[in-house]
């Protein structure tokens, strides 16, 4: 790599910092793109990526240690200390036959529950000792954060001995009163089945995973909350009817029942959230499920549907939607009330909200 592709790279690192933006993505053919508060921006200045630009960027991000893996998987994610002046969640894949690079920035300073500006009843979530706790929502959501700001509000707050199965390790914990152990997939330990099923016979009273990729990992992760440990996990669904209705139809039809007995006894609470665009920032929007009697019978029952208006009608509770959570930053003036409308629900309940 000649000096003028490493400045050039470094460039474009650098411009990511100074525009405030999340992440950024290399594809051959075209400009770098910047993602900045929810939308793609072009780096025009940059030139267009060519075949052999692409190969420079994978040999300035990937360790030569890990090159021939990538040649054998055609995909790779990792974590990328830039000079210590910041940390990026790197992706390379393929793509119409070509390498692509996608970088995530990661946050420098872990923020607790407070500092993270969650609602106050996520805060209650970290004095619980047993149980299980779900972070979902689509992707840049703010979902690894949020798992963070409890593991810290733990840490911070609590002793205990906690165990988080990552991959790749973004963020790096500081033991405070709590000690932390972080422990990467395909590095420290193989899989997050096998992480998960050596916990079972260790002493460790809270147990965090990045992400659930089979069967066998999310009947762990239920197993681990029965046993108890308190469990958090970060899942892909966009509300709290698709998570529980989704995690119950992976299971077999005898296990049903008690995949339904088990969330019903030892959900702790579930918390569903979005990234918005607000006023000069992303601000987060959420939809809460708590444990309440009302819930926790419906679980039971398989009466998902009506988990809706069990969230709508409990805030006394801790629940809130989705759209009630939009109307409370449109009010605030964080968010303007057409970024509301586009992110609702139901938009006409929403709209009913805001006239009140």
Known sequence: MTTT?????????????????TDIHFAVGSNPYFRINDRLITLSEAKVTTPAFMETLIKFFVPEKKQELLRQSKELKFVYNWLDKARFRVNVFQQKGYYAVSLKLILPQIKTVAELSLPKIVNSFTAVEKGLIIISGPYNSGRSTTLAGILETINRNRSERIVYLENPVEQLFVNQRSIIEQREIGTDVISFSEGLQSLKEEDVNVVAISRVDCLETLELVLELSVSGRLVLVIMDYDTSLSCLTGMISEF??????WVRNVLADYLVGLVVQRLVPGVGEMVLAAEILTASSSSKALIAEGRFNQLESIIQTSRIEGMMSLDYSLANLVKAGRISQDVALKYAQNPRTLSSMLAK
């Not at 077999?252 to 029942?257: F, L, R």
């Open 5 to 21: 592709e490493d400045l050039a790279i470094n460039n474009i690192l650098n411009s990511v910092a100074e525009r405030g933006a």
């Open 252 to 257: 077999p039809e005898a296990k049903k029942e």
